[in-house]
């Protein structure tokens, strides 16, 4: 059985199509991303830089990129602002 971390990995890797748009227009790149705690409160806080595979829609311009395992638990030890993305629109 896959953990979450390696369905997301498999998703995008093996991405056709565009999960927002549906369109087959999709860019392969490589990329570094530090990802940031949001709020003044996490200032200190330290990035998590993460170097991935990143797929981009050309259409829409969605983008996606798994987390390894490791890099997820940190921003997990870290803690931060937990937003619930149903709710936050």
Do not use: Y
Not at 38 to 55: Q, T
């Amino acid at each position: 059985m896959n953990d979450g971390s390696s369905l997301a990995e498999d998703h995008v890797v093996n991405a056709t199509v565009c999960t927002l748009c549906g369109s087959a227009n999709l860019g392969r790149f490589l990329a570094e991303t530090g990802i940031h705690h949001v709020g003044w409160e996490n200032i200190n806080k330290p990035s998590v830089f993460v170097s991935r595979e990143l797929v981009v829609c050309l259409h829409c311009g969605f983008a996606a990129f798994p987390l390894p395992e490791q890099q997820l638990g940190i921003l997990a030890l870290l803690g931060g602002r937990v937003v619930n993305a149903v709710n936050s629109r």
